[in-house]
């Protein structure tokens, strides 16, 4: 609580604090003390899928279809997919967007989806290669995605918690003007880190607080 003397404020302290009033100060203090913090609650909140190149592993509906009629197999790894831009109050609208679900947790062999390896190839590999280095092609400077262990086909992060997205989950914008919650059964998964998924119990109690006034 910060309240006289805002320049004796540490950045480097792992405490947390606010700039609020006195008034707010009190008010604070009773919701902690007659309230549970979700931190105590049965629940997990966890990130949006990050890819590194959206415009390689996001795919629309007619591309979706293009993949399976080549490879029946590519369904197995496309799931539909929510931006942050598509979360309202209470509901979703689903923009026919699909996520190619190569997550490095998964272990997949991309050579056992050949349509999938063809589209991904064709962003060139030089982008797609995790090493975090540049390259000339045709004379354009490339910049490969960030340094990880993964393999070239798979998603930036590991992702280790993918089977979340298939529970009924709260859905959520990192940012927003107004409460903006909704309530996903549909086994959505949520793209990037401009969203995020909680998952646990007393999901729609708590979609009805989160989007109070």
Same mark, same amino acid.
């Given at each position: 609580?910060?309240?006289?003397?805002?320049?004796?404020? &540490?950045?480097?302290?792992?405490?947390?604090? #606010?700039?609020?009033?006195?008034?707010?100060?009190?008010?604070?203090?009773?919701?902690?003390?007659?309230?549970?913090?979700?931190?105590?609650?049965?629940?997990? @909140?966890?990130?949006?899928?990050?890819?590194?190149?959206?415009?390689?592993?996001? +795919?629309?509906?007619?591309?979706?279809?293009?993949?399976?009629?080549?490879?029946?197999?590519?369904?197995?790894?496309?799931?539909?997919?929510?931006?942050?831009?598509?979360?309202?109050?209470?509901?979703?609208?689903?923009?026919?967007?699909?996520?190619?679900?190569?997550?490095?947790?998964?272990? @997949?062999?991309?050579?056992?989806?050949?349509?999938?390896?063809?589209? =991904?190839?064709?962003?060139? @590999?030089?982008? /797609?290669?995790?090493?975090?280095?540049?390259? +000339?092609?045709?004379?354009?400077? +490339?910049?490969?995605?960030?340094?990880?262990?993964?393999?070239?086909?798979?998603?930036?992060? &590991?992702?280790?918690?993918?089977?979340?997205?298939?529970?009924?989950?709260? @859905?959520?914008?990192?940012?927003?003007?107004?409460?903006?919650?909704?309530?996903?059964?549909?086994?959505?998964? #949520?793209? =990037?880190?401009?969203?995020?998924? /909680?998952?646990?119990?007393?999901?729609?109690?708590?979609?009805?607080? /989160?989007?109070?006034?």
């Amino acid at each position: 609580y910060v309240q006289q003397h805002p320049t004796n404020i &540490s950045f480097k302290s792992a405490t947390s604090w #606010v700039i609020i009033s006195d008034v707010e100060k009190r008010i604070k203090e009773k919701i902690i003390k007659y309230g549970t913090p979700l931190s105590q609650w049965n629940l997990s @909140i966890n990130y949006g899928i990050k890819t590194g190149l959206n415009d390689a592993f996001i +795919i629309d509906q007619q591309t979706k279809e293009k993949l399976i009629a080549e490879d029946p197999r590519s369904a197995e790894i496309i799931r539909p997919i929510l931006r942050g831009r598509d979360i309202k109050r209470f509901s979703y609208t689903f923009a026919d967007q699909y996520l190619i679900c190569t997550f490095p947790s998964k272990h @997949i062999c991309i050579d056992d989806y050949p349509a999938i390896k063809k589209h =991904l190839l064709a962003f060139g @590999i030089e982008r /797609l290669e995790q090493k975090g280095q540049e390259h +000339i092609v045709n004379g354009v400077k +490339i910049k490969s995605r960030k340094r990880t262990q993964n393999k070239w086909f798979e998603t930036q992060d &590991s992702i280790a918690y993918w089977d979340e997205f298939s529970k009924p989950k709260i @859905i959520f914008k990192e940012m927003s003007e107004s409460p903006s919650f909704c309530y996903d059964e549909k086994k959505h998964f #949520v793209c =990037l880190d401009t969203a995020r998924i /909680l998952t646990g119990q007393h999901l729609k109690y708590l979609l009805g607080i /989160l989007n109070s006034k």
